[in-house]
């Protein structure tokens, strides 16, 4: 969770139970959305000034197949965020220059809202969103504001901050700037809600996910308390340093501030992912705990040996084998799913699922990918090193960072629609 000094890939695997994620088209309330944001917080941050075409307004491009089409078009798309009852979605994307950046906001049918300025960005709850901004010469150090989506209210959050986690609810955890010291310091963060900022709390760790009922903290921390903590989003810096890096993994309840489960681990440079009943977390290393009594289990053949834990499905642990087959465990057994190697996007529908068209030993070059619905499918370009997905609450909106040239590496923002049947 700490604000990335360079651009940051998103993996090319994402997965999850496509719960708490918009319908395209429907305005029913759903849970929070299973990606929580993380940004900074600070200074008065007013909407964008200067006029830009928006994309979506514009007619589908004829080199895309039907039910494609180009919503956003940036430098870097780095996130999609939808607001806890899906009926917007926050497209964090990164300026020319580091540093710099903006939160478009979507309606259902891909038309442009609004825009902030931003670094990074949290939804509050439906309709706020608090956003980060930096200076391109200190980007340890962020401003943050909470908006109001329809522009009528912008409130500052004092201090400074070194990143922050959302959980949609009406809380986010702000961290500590993390600024390079002799002194062994330890982690901190403070928890806003709803106006309030609460005291620093140290001791604990770096928040790294909330549950998604908003009242479970993951938080990590390292066995040295001047290293700060690795925040899940910067994989880049996560897996550039040297030797694992060992510390602890604990769930705290809020506002309570009770730790639940606390457990040691050889390398904290691991995802995190909590079960949607919030009963368990999951690691990208294959660990399972129960949060319930504490008890740990292995799931067999990842970690140290390759392969990894990617989410939570229906079925299962969604998981990436040594062999590049996605498949789901549970501890009863394991099941393949057909035709997934090295990347899938599972949505809400049994019958929902974005898969590769065929393995491939190029991970950043764009790659040919089938979205399924209900029996319809089709077929769009991913750049995988970028891939950023997500499907709606229905299934019927699958939406990713793609591109319409095999020969390019661009960032377009692809909105596919696939009615059932």
Same mark, same amino acid.
């Given at each position: 969770?700490?604000?990335?000094?360079?651009?940051?890939?998103?993996?090319?695997? =994402?997965?999850?139970?496509?719960?708490?994620?918009?319908?395209?088209?429907?305005?029913?309330?759903?849970?929070?959305?299973?990606?929580?944001?993380?940004?900074?917080?600070?200074?008065?941050?007013?909407?964008?000034?200067?006029?830009?075409?928006?994309?979506?307004?514009?007619?589908?491009?004829?080199? &895309?197949?039907?039910?494609?089409?180009?919503?956003?078009?940036?430098?870097?798309?780095?996130?999609?965020?939808?607001?806890?009852?899906?009926?917007? &979605?926050?497209?964090?994307?990164?300026?020319?220059?580091?540093?710099?950046?903006?939160?478009?906001?979507?309606?259902?049918?891909?038309?442009?809202?609004?825009?902030?300025?931003?670094?990074?960005?949290? @939804?509050?709850?439906?309709?706020?969103? #608090? +956003?980060?901004?930096?200076?391109?010469?200190?980007?340890?150090?962020?401003?943050?504001?909470?908006?109001?989506?329809?522009?009528?209210?912008?409130?500052?959050?004092?201090?400074?901050?070194?990143?922050?986690?959302?959980?949609?609810?009406?809380?986010?955890?702000?961290?500590?700037?993390?600024?390079?010291?002799?002194?062994?310091?330890?982690?901190?963060?403070?928890? @806003?809600?709803?106006?309030?900022?609460?005291?620093?709390?140290?001791?604990?760790?770096?928040?790294?996910?909330?549950?998604?009922?908003?009242? /479970?903290?993951? /938080?990590?921390?390292?066995?040295?308390?001047?290293?700060?903590?690795?925040?899940?989003?910067?994989?880049?810096?996560?897996?550039?340093?040297?030797?694992?890096?060992?510390?602890?993994?604990?769930?705290?309840?809020?506002?309570?501030?009770? *730790?639940?489960?606390?457990?040691?681990?050889?390398?904290?440079?691991?995802?995190?992912?909590?079960?949607?009943?919030?009963?368990?977390?999951? +690691?990208?290393?294959?660990?399972?705990?129960?949060?319930?009594?504490?008890?740990? +289990?292995?799931?067999?053949?990842?970690?140290?040996?390759?392969?990894?834990?990617?989410? @939570?499905?229906?079925?299962?642990?969604?998981?990436?084998?040594?062999?590049?087959?996605?498949?789901?465990?549970?501890?009863?057994?394991?099941?393949?799913?057909?035709?997934?190697?090295?990347?899938?996007?599972?949505?809400?529908?049994?019958?929902?699922? =974005?898969?590769?068209?065929?393995?491939?030993? =190029?991970?950043?070059?764009?790659?040919?990918?089938?979205?399924?619905?209900?029996?319809?499918?089709?077929?769009?370009?991913?750049?995988?090193? @970028?891939?950023?997905?997500?499907?709606?609450?229905?299934?019927?909106?699958? #939406?990713? +960072?793609?591109?319409?040239?095999?020969?390019?590496?661009?960032?377009?923002?692809?909105? *596919?629609?696939?009615?059932?049947?």
């Amino acid at each position: 969770m700490k604000l990335s000094k360079k651009l940051i890939a998103v993996p090319a695997i =994402a997965l999850a139970a496509g719960i708490g994620l918009a319908a395209c088209g429907s305005s029913g309330a759903t849970s929070p959305t299973t990606h929580p944001s993380m940004a900074t917080a600070g200074a008065t941050i007013s909407l964008l000034s200067t006029p830009r075409e928006s994309p979506a307004q514009a007619s589908p491009d004829r080199s &895309l197949p039907p039910g494609v089409t180009v919503v956003d078009i940036a430098n870097v798309i780095q996130r999609l965020d939808w607001s806890p009852n899906g009926n917007l &979605l926050a497209v964090l994307t990164s300026g020319g220059t580091f540093g710099t950046g903006r939160a478009d906001i979507f309606d259902l049918a891909g038309r442009l809202v609004t825009s902030f300025d931003a670094f990074d960005m949290a @939804w509050v709850d439906d309709t706020r969103l #608090m +956003t980060i901004v930096v200076s391109p010469e200190d980007t340890a150090h962020g401003t943050a504001t909470v908006h109001s989506i329809d522009g009528t209210a912008s409130d500052s959050v004092p201090g400074t901050f070194g990143g922050m986690l959302g959980n949609g609810h009406g809380s986010v955890a702000l961290v500590a700037p993390d600024v390079p010291s002799d002194t062994p310091r330890p982690e901190s963060f403070r928890i @806003w809600s709803n106006g309030n900022l609460g005291p620093i709390i140290t001791g604990l760790g770096t928040p790294i996910r909330w549950s998604l009922d908003g009242t /479970l903290l993951a /938080l990590m921390q390292t066995k040295d308390s001047g290293v700060a903590g690795v925040f899940e989003r910067d994989h880049a810096a996560m897996y550039s340093v040297g030797g694992p890096i060992p510390g602890t993994l604990r769930v705290v309840k809020l506002p309570e501030e009770v *730790v639940t489960v606390s457990h040691p681990l050889a390398d904290i440079r691991v995802s995190t992912y909590f079960s949607p009943d919030g009963g368990r977390l999951a +690691t990208s290393a294959g660990l399972v705990l129960d949060l319930r009594d504490g008890v740990s +289990t292995q799931v067999p053949g990842l970690g140290d040996q390759g392969g990894s834990v990617e989410g @939570w499905h229906s079925g299962g642990l969604v998981t990436v084998g040594q062999d590049g087959r996605v498949s789901l465990w549970t501890p009863t057994g394991t099941t393949a799913i057909p035709n997934a190697f090295d990347w899938a996007f599972f949505g809400p529908n049994e019958e929902d699922v =974005a898969t590769l068209a065929a393995a491939t030993d =190029a991970p950043t070059a764009p790659a040919l990918a089938v979205v399924r619905r209900a029996g319809g499918s089709v077929s769009i370009l991913l750049n995988l090193g @970028w891939s950023v997905v997500t499907w709606s609450a229905d299934g019927i909106c699958f #939406m990713t +960072t793609g591109t319409i040239d095999a020969q390019l590496i661009d960032n377009r923002l692809l909105r *596919v629609e696939l009615p059932a049947g």
